[in-house]
């Protein structure tokens, strides 16, 4: 495996999978996943459709149940917990397709994210500076935004919840580049206030861009992780499409470290 | 090769798709037994028992025709008592014009299967919550429109005429009789309509019903066939009703009590199977011969069994011995033979 | 002058229709159930409040503020138990579920109360008190006051719906409810309010309702489950005002069902219910059908 750049060897991981085994109904959709998120990261999953990447982030937020293996966040085992104590802990995702309440207003979208808010940095008034459109637009149905205001809305409702671990369901989905190109630019200030992101991406080059560490699914398991820095595009393309001989590359072994 | 498709070419060997087991032919022979002894019970038992074997058969009828709606084509409706009532008119107007009542009962059962037609119409758009409501109050008007007509007994009601000068004993026989065809026909019918086409129709909206459209299933013909089917059952029954009491009267067949009778039965029994409303028939005749008929209590303990049932056990008890033996009375399903394996049964279509 | 007096009679008691309809609406909106006891729960409170009339001799005003919380209590219990559990299984099963549930409250009424009606006696010169406006019209005091509370109670939950925390909970988790947990809502809880909101609503319809009519073991389903769920869909759903409007169409027309010829009462009111059934079904269409 690759040098770990400096970092301590064993710095406690923020989250946590252990050998995850989900199912939808009789189909195996993951497979003994494992990975470690550290503090302070931005952790990407990659993968075709399919492959499992939003099925393991359910999974961590609480909306699946595992048929085997365990999420740790914070040294604590979550896997019983439902998803509700898990935003409370501060496991806030962002689910894939925004899915904002369409009835309620811009305003009303943030002020139930803060309802069960922990404490934190993060207020509906932070919200409106980082984006400040949305000051204006406070009062609009959801239903009427475009694709990347709406993204932006639900990334802004998950953050006024001051989550600890900020899970992104493609972010990119239906939106132009140029949106999606603004919307991770936003990631670094997110990140400057401490917070640990761990995302799903099917746009692999941004996921490489933005990312620290890669995990990429094919059918349900691991079939590539390391850094960007480490892994080639040939390395990725083979683990991505599950091409056989893909030489050289780091094969995964459960768990491991950078 | 990827995981999926080398699974794939391992499995294909190894399955086949299989009709049925080979007990049908033995629960087959049983089933005429059956039938033919309890069609000679007229000669063997006492009228008072033949009389409650009638009220068994008229339930066991609601009860496969409710089963059939709610279990198999996802219908909840909580208005069948427009169909008993209607089955139970139809047989007093031929009656009142001089067609004896027993030959009138199969054109009381057509005629209900016609008047579901423009019934379909008004609710077969609604979703599962309104068309249950939509159900029950067509169900009402269909009372308030009846009562109005003083010639077939308005809002009291009237003797069945046609029996007169006939021999009690014969008469007993001759319901009984009535009750145990529109019975044994009920199931039949039910058990090819699901073995056939339209069994594997119900299951494919039951799983995905978009897919089921698309990939050409007629939905709405399909739901539409099992309501006009219900309805004619359900008017079947009605008609055995209004041949056993011997009068018709609008507050006892059009009593929403028949519905919660029929869904109970067939709760408590087991939803989603040909032999549940059997079982539920026999724990509610059970249950009412032991509380005597006209006292609430044994729909009261019927209704929190059920809701006990719908809750927890939602199989029903059929279901529970189901599971342990893994036996079909009525085969309408497939079996998944895996060689070197015991047969396994694929899913089967049932709801709730 | 009787079809104005009609009229007027069937827009105050649409009033009471709208509030028998506003919590089947609403539990339909955010938990998707049908409560087919809806209207026994409303004979329910009326039979308590006879009872607790009778055993603590208040006045009949104080029985609302026993009841009606009371029965909004049940409702969050009823909920959180039973309900949330046949909704965990399917739609089906809550319809089964609460259709039992109307069985074994009628039948229960019955077996303890008998089939004879009964009415709320007020002693208030406030049930037969009327007053007339020119010469020929004339409003009944009971109605006018049934009228007012029920456009207060409506105005309170539309207030509370829009801008109350919990109101918003309410919406977030009608629109989304894993959207609402992910957000740190246990939508569990917000439908056992809404369920709360229910019940006591329709209890305070019910107790109204026995003290203008008369309460039987089936008048819950007979007459008060049909007008709510008439009120719902002639006004739309979703909506507590078209409720309103819903109610006073179907008052208005069950009124004028009676002058023509008194049976035709309720006739006249399942007839425009079936109706709007076939002209104007919006919101009642299956997703199925609609593509």
Known sequence: MSENGGRPESRTPLLEVRDLVVHHGQLRALDGISLRVLPGEVYAIIGANGAGKSTLLRTIAGLHHPTEGSVLFDGTDVTGLRPERRAGQGIVMVPEGRRLFGSLSVEENLQVGAAYARQGPWTIERVYEMFDWMRERRKQLTAQLSGGEQQTVALGRALVANPRVLLLDELSLGLAPVVVQRIYGMLQQILATGLTVLLVEQDVSQALRVASRIQCLLEGRTTLEGRPADVTADQVEAAYFGLAGAAGASQPENGSEP | MSLATESTARSAGRFRVARSRRNVAWTGAVALIAVVVLALFPYIVYSGTTAILVQAFIVLTLASMWNLLAGYAGLVSVGQQAFVGLGAYFVLILAINGISPFAALPFAAIGCGVAALPLWWLVSRLRSGYFAIATWVLAATVMLIIEKFSSIGGGTGMPLPGFAGMDPALLTAYTYWAGLAVTVVALAVIYLLLRGRLGLVLTAIRDDEVAARSSGARVGLARMLVFVVAGAGCGAGGAVLAISQLQVQPGAVFSVQWTAVMAFATIIGGLGTIEGPIIGTVVYMVLQQTLASYNAWYLIILGLVAIFVALFARRGLWGLVDARINVRLFPVGYWLRVDSERPRRLALPRRG | ?291
């Open chain 3, 1 to 291: 002058m009787a079809w104005v007096n009609a009229i007027i009679q069937g827009v105050l008691i649409g009033g009471l229709y709208a509030l028998f309809a506003c919590g089947l609406s609403l539990m339909f909106g955010v938990m998707k159930v049908v409560n087919l006891a809806h209207g026994d729960l409303a004979v329910v409170a009326g039979y308590l409040a006879i009872g607790v009339i009778a055993v603590i001799h208040i006045p009949v005003l104080w029985s609302f503020l026993i009841v009606v919380p009371l029965m909004a209590l049940l409702g969050y219990v009823m909920q959180r138990t039973i309900l949330q559990g046949a909704l965990d299984r399917s739609v089906l099963t809550t319809l089964m579920v609460t259709f039992g549930l109307s069985v074994v409250i009628e039948n229960g009424l019955l077996q303890f109360f008998t089939a004879n009606s009964r009415a709320i006696g007020t002693g208030l010169a406030l049930v037969t008190g009327s007053f007339t406006i020119g010469s020929q019209i004339q409003i009944g005091y009971l109605p006018l006051v049934i009228f007012l509370v029920a456009v207060v109670v409506l105005l309170g939950l539309q207030y509370f719906l829009s801008a109350s925390r919990y109101g918003r909970l309410i919406r977030a988790v009608a629109d989304d409810k894993e959207a609402a947990q992910l957000a740190g809502a246990d939508y569990r809880h917000v439908f056992g309010i809404a369920a709360a909101i229910a019940f006591g609503t329709v209890a305070l319809a019910g107790i109204a309702y026995g003290m203008y009519s008369q309460l039987a073991p089936t008048t819950g389903t007979d007459t008060i489950l049909l007008f709510a769920f008439a009120a719902v869909v002639i006004g739309g759903l979703g909506s507590l005002w078209g409720t309103l409007l819903g109610g006073v169409v179907l008052g208005v027309a069950q009124q004028i069902g009676a002058q023509i010829s008194l049976s035709d009462e309720l006739l006249a009111g399942f007839i425009v219910f079936l109706a709007v059934l076939v002209l104007r079904p919006q919101g009642l269409i299956s997703r199925g059908a609609q593509s």
